[in-house]
T-cell receptor
C-alpha cells in the first residue's frame, strides 16, 4: 500500500499570499496518477487536480499541481477567502487507493 | 446537472449491518464506476471499494473485504454499500463518489455525494 504523507499539517497564511502544499509517497506513483481535493467543514471533498497537474472542470487557474514519482505539490498562487480549507492528496495508480492526512490552510 | 444523493443518517448497534444508498442523476449511470469512501472523526479519508455500474464488477480494499458489499440497481441508477459486523470504530461519514478519471488502480473522484453519517452506539 502506498502511504501518502502531507506537509505541513497546518499552513497559516493571509489572503493574497502563495500557498505550497506537499504530498510525498512511500513508493513511486505510476504515471502521476495523483489527485488533490479541497474539503470545507461539513462538506464533501471537491476534486481540484488529477493526473498531478490537470485542473478539473471549473477550477480556477490560481490552483496548480506538479510533481512526479514520489514528490508532488499543490500551489495556490494568491489565496482568496474561499480557499481556506483542508486539502488532501490521493493516488490512483495502484490498489488500494489511499489518501494523505491533509493540510489545513488557515487564515493568519 | 450531475448529482449523487445519499440516504440519511443511521444509528446502529455494534454487530449490526448498515446499508447506504447513492442515487445518481444527470449522467449515464452505466458509463462510470462508483466508489465508497469514509471519513471517521479526525481521520483521513479512507477508500473502501468500487463498483463498475455497467458490469457490476467490484473491487474492495483488503481492510473491508470481509465486511463490505457494494451493489447497484441499474433501473434505479443507484449504488449501495452494505457494511456488516459494525464496530464502534466504524462511526464515520460515508461518501459515494464517481470515478471520473481512471488510472490503473482506480480513479480520481470527480463528483461526490453529500455524505451519510453512520453512528455505531450501544
Amino acid at each position: 500500500e502506498i502511504v501518502l504523507t502531507q506537509s505541513p499539517g497546518t499552513l497559516s497564511l493571509s489572503p493574497g499570499e502563495r500557498a505550497t502544499l506537499s504530498c510525498r509517497a512511500s513508493q513511486s506513483v505510476s504515471s502521476s496518477y495523483l489527485a488533490w481535493y479541497q474539503q470545507k467543514p461539513g462538506q464533501a471533498p471537491r476534486l481540484l487536480m488529477f493526473g498531478a497537474s490537470s485542473r478539473d472542470t471549473g477550477i480556477p487557474d490560481r490552483f496548480s499541481g506538479s510533481g512526479s514519482g514520489t514528490d508532488f505539490s499543490l500551489t495556490i498562487s494568491r489565496l482568496e477567502p474561499a480557499d481556506f480549507a483542508v486539502y488532501y492528496c490521493q493516488h490512483y495508480g495502484s490498489s488500494p487507493l489511499t489518501f494523505g492526512g491533509g493540510t489545513k490552510v488557515e487564515i493568519k | 446537472q450531475v448529482q449523487l444523493v445519499q440516504s440519511g443518517t443511521e444509528v446502529k448497534k455494534p454487530g449490526a449491518s448498515v446499508k447506504v444508498s447513492c442515487k445518481t442523476s444527470g449522467y449515464t449511470f452505466t458509463n462510470y464506476v462508483l466508489n465508497w469512501v469514509r471519513q471517521a472523526p479526525g481521520q483521513r479519508l479512507e477508500w473502501m471499494g468500487w463498483i463498475d455500474a455497467g458490469t457490476a464488477n467490484t473491487e474492495y480494499s483488503q481492510k473491508f473485504q470481509a465486511r463490505v458489499t457494494i451493489t447497484r440497481d441499474k433501473s434505479a441508477s443507484t449504488a449501495y454499500m452494505e457494511l456488516s459486523s459494525l464496530r464502534y470504530e466504524d462511526t464515520a461519514v460515508y461518501f459515494c463518489a464517481r470515478g471520473g478519471y481512471w488510472g490503473p488502480g482506480g480513479s480520481a473522484f470527480d463528483i461526490w455525494g453529500q455524505g451519510t453519517m453512520v453512528t455505531v452506539s450501544s
